[in-house]
Structure formats: C-alpha cells, structure tokens
C-alpha cells in the first residue's frame, strides 16, 4: 500500500471527531488465534474426535444442550485464549481511545483482547470465553473455571445446574442490549473503521449498514462486499495499517 493512501487514512482520522471501530477475526489472527474461515482457520482444523460434527454444530446450542459432553471437550481445546496477548491493532485502538480520537470498539470477538490492551468502551456482540454463569441460577464464574474442568461437564458448585460460556452460540440471539449500543455507537459515528472481517457473518455484519457518517474505511485482507461504499480500502494486515496510524 502506497504512502498517499496512508496519508489519506490518517486525514480522516484527524478531521473526524466520532470514531468507532468494528472488527472480526482478522483482528486476533495476529495474537496467534486462528479465524474461522480461513483455509488455517478454525473451521478447517481437523480433529478425529470431532469430524463427526460440523463446526457450526460444535459451537450451537443444540449441541450444548444435545451433545454436552462433545461441545465442553471442544470449546476446552479451541477456544482457550488464556495467556494470548493483543497486538498492534488492539494497543492501537486503546491508544486512540485514550487520546479522545475514539468512541469504541464494536468486536465480533470473544477473546477480550481489546480490554486487555486497554480498550474501555468494548461492545462484544458475541460475548466473551471471559466469562461464564450457571445456565440454571444465572450464578457468575470467572473464565478458568470451564477450562480447568478437564474432565466431565463443569456443574455450579451452588445449584448443581450447567456452567455455560457467556457467549452467543449458533442457534441464539445476539444480546439486545449490546445490539443496540452497537447501533447506537454507529449511529453517532462520523467515521467507521472496520477491520479483520469479511462482513459475511450475520446479523453481525449488517451493523454496517447502520453507518450514516463520512469516512467507511476498511481493512481486510480478503474482499467485502462494502468496497463500493467505503472512502478508502486496505487489503493488508490489520496490525500493520493501523501501524501507520497516527495519533
């Protein structure tokens, strides 16, 4: 990608006084957490244990409701991102936030390496593997507590019901509240990032098409179907355009 274009990010950047972020994947891919649809990505590991299912399945509600035993034993060895630190992009958005440059982070992912990195305003549309509460009493426990049962189903220590991941399984709603500030956030938005998805993923995706402001800039290494829309374009990692972003 050229300097002009560059420049241009971060003229819009610098003239806009509402930002808001949207991000997928792509934003932790970098941070060592495979997407999901990329020929590397999660959805094309295989695993003898689990080839039976489709991945979409694995991760549904029917499946922890049906097949508890298969969906604990593979959200255990798929989705513990414990120990996984932000990149670029993530220190990058926190620093804009920091600087009045950035209203917040509207995030596909449910790793919580925005907080991590220093992001306050974060809206996680698909909830987050931080935090779990038993299905049955609605008690809340901490992210090590699904991953550290190792064997069998985590039960509540209070009630005996399931502990479930606080996340939005195929087959559920996306939580309303969330859902709204989201809208809201793009509503207010003069200027709309969106990075490291493919805009493919719904309801997610149509979050876009709350957008009303000035400058859609997108960065993604694969192409959406929002290019027309958008002011400026990057087909690059995230990590290294928001690395010339200037604050």
Same mark, same amino acid.
């Given at each position: 990608?050229?300097? =002009?274009?560059?420049? %241009?990010? #971060?003229?819009m950047?610098?003239?806009?006084?509402?930002?808001?972020?949207f991000g997928?994947?792509?934003? /932790?891919?970098?941070?060592?957490?495979?997407?999901?649809?990329?020929k590397?990505g999660?959805?094309?590991?295989?695993?003898v244990a689990?080839?039976?299912? /489709?991945?979409? @399945?694995?991760?549904?509600?029917?499946?922890?409701v049906h097949? &508890?035993?298969?969906?604990y =034993?593979?959200?255990? %060895?798929?989705?513990?991102?414990?120990?996984?630190? &932000? #990149?670029?992009?993530? @220190?990058?958005?926190?620093?804009?936030?920091?600087?009045?440059? *950035?209203?917040?982070v509207? +995030? %596909? #992912?449910?790793?919580g390496?925005?907080q991590?990195?220093?992001?306050?305003?974060?809206?996680?549309?698909?909830?987050?593997?931080?935090?779990?509460?038993?299905?049955?009493?609605?008690?809340? @426990? &901490?992210?090590?507590?699904?991953?550290? +049962?190792?064997k069998?189903?985590? +039960?509540?220590?209070?009630?005996?019901?399931?502990?479930? &991941?606080?996340?939005? *399984?195929?087959?559920?709603?996306l939580?309303? %509240?969330?859902?709204?500030?989201?809208?809201d956030?793009?509503h207010?938005?003069?200027?709309?990032?969106?990075?490291? +998805?493919?805009?493919?993923?719904?309801p997610?995706?149509?979050?876009v098409?709350?957008?009303r402001?000035? @400058?859609?800039? *997108?960065?993604?290494?694969?192409?959406?179907?929002?290019?027309?829309?958008a002011?400026?374009?990057?087909h690059?990692?995230?990590?290294?355009?928001?690395?010339?972003?200037?604050?």
């Open positions: 990608m050229n300097e =002009e274009a560059y420049k %241009q990010l #971060n003229e950047i610098r003239t806009s006084h509402h930002i808001v972020f997928g994947a792509g934003v /932790s891919t970098e941070s060592g957490i495979p997407d999901f649809r990329s590397d999660l959805y094309n590991q295989h695993d689990f080839d039976a299912y /489709s991945p979409e @399945y694995l991760l549904s509600h029917d499946c922890l097949h &508890p035993d298969v969906f =034993e593979f959200y255990r %060895q798929k989705l513990d991102a414990r120990g996984i630190k &932000p #990149n670029r992009a993530h @220190y990058k958005l926190a620093e804009m936030e920091q600087k009045g440059k *950035l209203d917040g509207i +995030t %596909q #992912n449910i790793d390496l925005h991590l990195a220093g992001s306050k305003n974060v809206l996680e549309v698909h909830g987050s593997t931080l935090r779990n509460y038993c299905d049955a009493c609605g008690t809340s @426990y &901490p992210a090590d507590f699904i991953f550290n +049962t190792k069998g189903l985590p +039960t509540c220590p209070k009630c005996g019901g399931l502990v479930r &991941p606080d996340v939005v *399984l195929y087959g559920e709603a939580p309303s %509240q969330t859902w709204s500030d989201a809208i956030l793009i207010q938005a003069d200027c709309l990032i969106v990075g490291g +998805t493919s805009l493919t993923v719904y997610a995706a149509n979050l098409d709350y957008f402001g000035r @400058y859609l800039i *997108l960065v993604n290494k694969g192409e959406t179907g929002y290019e027309r829309r002011s400026l374009v990057f690059d990692s995230i990590g290294e355009v928001f690395s010339h972003i200037e604050v």
